[in-house]
């Protein structure tokens, strides 16, 4: 019923930049906090950045400076901004997000994940 989508991943090399974007769609009431993970092979799936409704952000100290999240409610969109990439940034990035849904007469809270994007930086 609610799904996220991720898009803009890719194959860039060290030093480059993307944008990553991530779009909620379903019966949406509401949408709290939205969030970027990333996961490599082998690796737990880890905290890149997040960002409250009200645009509050908290990001993983090793990416602030070259990473920045941000986002559109109308659109119901989140983005992540990524800039001086790096091999070691290699992973499949996830979207998530806590958003507030309509069931019939009843309304329906929980936390859902996009399928992910590939992102692939070479040296």
């Known amino acids: 019923q609610v799904q996220l989508v991720e898009s803009g991943g890719g194959l860039v090399q060290a030093g480059g930049s993307l944008r990553l974007s991530c779009t909620a769609s379903?019966?949406?009431?509401?949408?709290?906090?939205m969030g970027w993970y990333r996961q490599a092979p082998g690796k737990q799936r880890e905290l890149v950045a997040r960002i409250t409704s009200g645009g509050s952000t908290n990001y993983a100290d090793s990416w602030k400076g070259r990473f920045t999240i941000s986002r559109d409610n109308a659109k119901n969109t989140v983005y992540l901004q990524m800039n001086s990439l790096k091999p070691e940034d290699t992973a499949v990035y996830y979207c998530n997000a806590e958003i507030v849904s309509k069931r019939g007469f009843y309304t329906d809270r929980r936390t859902y994940w996009g399928q992910g994007t590939q992102v692939t930086v070479s040296s």
């Open positions: 379903g019966t949406i009431l509401s949408i709290n906090d």
